[in-house]
């Protein structure tokens, strides 16, 4: 072979690598002889209730039509979110997971003489999307491990055509209020669209937490992404959408692969949505999750970001990826995130009570045989 493939590929392509997924338990499984039912798998921000019995029972009944093309508009999706929301369906877009709103959203709206604005410690998909379409990263140093929203405001320049907010944050679980959400705005110019990524929305219990959609109305710049794959249990499916302006969701629609939702992703997502007591158990297990694993860190001697998601990053130090490997010994999988800038910490998916306890005390062992003590 002559011919230098990677070299034909566009200039942001060239330099990317690949996402990272967490470790499926397979993997870990063939990797290391383990039994793939005794592995516990807290890397990848999972519910870990299980999918709604609801949505699986709209699943088997969406079965039957696998030979048909899913509608490609999500009409019974749209109306259920339009009522939920309170928006009209013609606001809404749907996607592939949330990650294909975001890329969507990208494409649509900036190019190489563009600027995409976001966050040290932010979501790996933003700068993704910005260097595969040529476009210039601006990449605001974090404030507290989180967005720092004045400085960002003040990143925006002429060429500025995007800005990626995560609230909460993933990898960081930081979370700005609505105040501050409302202020930022009401910074930004009108021809610059702020992305809110609201993914993990559902998990938020304190009283003064912003509502994107809420803010839709004061700010027609504003869109507001969500996904069906956190709190809603429906990952492998992939459903996620965006709420906006009818004039941007029009102009989203058109990039919008035909198609993008399975016709069993749209089932499950349109049922889950009556089915509160899910939802209400998934919050409930992940705010007590959430206290286990802090007061178990906080008993280690160990320092962890306070979040507001469904999951935690705890500062480990710098043989982070030595303990990394040892809890895949003890066959719990958690998240490495140098990726994101933060070689020192682990993020760790809340699990259900007896999986915290599993990797509470793999924990602790791997950081002894790593030196440092619990």
């Known amino acids: 072979m002559t011919t230098d493939y990677q070299s034909l590929a566009v200039e942001g392509v060239q330099a990317l690598s690949p996402y990272e997924p967490g470790k499926p338990i397979s993997e870990?499984?063939?990797?290391?002889?383990?039994?793939?039912?005794?592995?516990?798998?807290?890397?990848?921000?999972?519910?870990p209730l299980g999918p709604s019995k609801k949505a699986t029972a709209a699943v088997?009944?969406?079965?039957?039509?696998?030979?048909?093309?899913?509608?490609?508009?999500?009409?019974?999706?749209?109306?259920k979110l339009s009522g939920r929301l309170s928006v009209d369906a013609d606001q809404i877009t749907l996607g592939n997971g949330s990650n294909d709103v975001l890329e969507v959203i990208a494409r649509c709206f900036a190019d190489g003489n563009s600027e995409i604005v976001f966050?040290?410690?932010?979501?790996?998909?933003?700068?993704?999307?910005?260097q595969a379409i040529g476009a210039k990263a601006v990449a605001v140093p974090a404030r507290d491990w989180g967005h720092d929203l004045d400085a960002m405001a003040a990143a925006?320049?002429?060429?500025?055509?995007?800005?990626?907010?995560?609230?909460?944050?993933?990898?960081?679980g930081t979370v700005h209020n609505a105040e501050a959400i409302e202020a930022f705005l009401?910074?930004?110019?009108?021809?610059?669209?702020?992305?809110?990524?609201?993914?993990?929305?559902?998990?938020?219990?304190g009283e003064n937490d912003p509502d994107g959609v809420a803010l839709l109305a004061r700010f027609p710049n504003l869109i507001v992404c969500r996904t069906f794959s956190k709190a809603w249990g429906l990952a492998a499916l992939r459903v996620g959408y965006s709420i906006s302006s009818p004039a941007i969701a029009d102009i989203l629609n058109r990039v919008r692969q035909p198609f993008n939702v399975s016709s069993?992703?749209?089932?499950?997502?349109?049922?889950?949505?009556?089915?509160e007591d899910y939802l209400k158990?998934?919050?409930?297990?992940?705010?007590?999750?959430?206290?286990?694993?802090?007061?178990?860190?906080?008993?280690?001697?160990?320092?962890?970001?306070?979040?507001?998601?469904?999951?935690v990053?705890?500062?480990?130090?710098?043989?982070?990826?030595?303990?990394?490997?040892?809890?895949?010994?003890?066959?719990?999988?958690?998240?490495?995130?140098?990726?994101?800038?933060?070689?020192?910490?682990?993020?760790v998916t809340v699990g259900l009570f007896a999986q915290n306890e599993h990797f509470i005390d793999a924990l602790a062992k791997a950081l002894a045989a790593a030196g440092q003590g619990a």
Do not use: W
């Open 28 to 47: 870990l499984a063939r990797e290391l002889g383990l039994n793939p039912a005794e592995i516990i798998k807290l890397a990848s921000n999972e519910n």
């Open 60 to 79: 088997e009944g969406a079965l039957a039509d696998l030979c048909l093309y899913p509608d490609g508009n999500g009409f019974d999706l749209k109306q």
């Open 119 to 130: 966050s040290q410690y932010a979501f790996a998909v933003y700068p993704i999307v910005t």
């Open 156 to 172: 925006v320049t002429e060429r500025t055509r995007l800005i990626f907010i995560a609230n909460p944050n993933n990898p960081t």
């Open 186 to 205: 009401g910074k930004v110019p009108e021809d610059v669209l702020v992305v809110l990524d609201e993914a993990y929305c559902e998990y938020m219990t």
């Open 264 to 275: 069993v992703g749209l089932a499950a997502a349109t049922a889950v949505l009556d089915d």
């Open 281 to 311: 158990r998934s919050r409930e297990i992940n705010t007590a999750g959430l206290k286990q694993l802090q007061d178990a860190f906080d008993s280690m001697g160990l320092k962890y970001i306070p979040s507001s998601g469904n999951f």
């Open 313 to 347: 990053a705890v500062e480990v130090g710098p043989q982070a990826m030595g303990v990394y490997q040892a809890l895949l010994a003890h066959g719990v999988i958690v998240r490495p995130v140098a990726g994101y800038g933060m070689p020192n910490h682990l993020r």
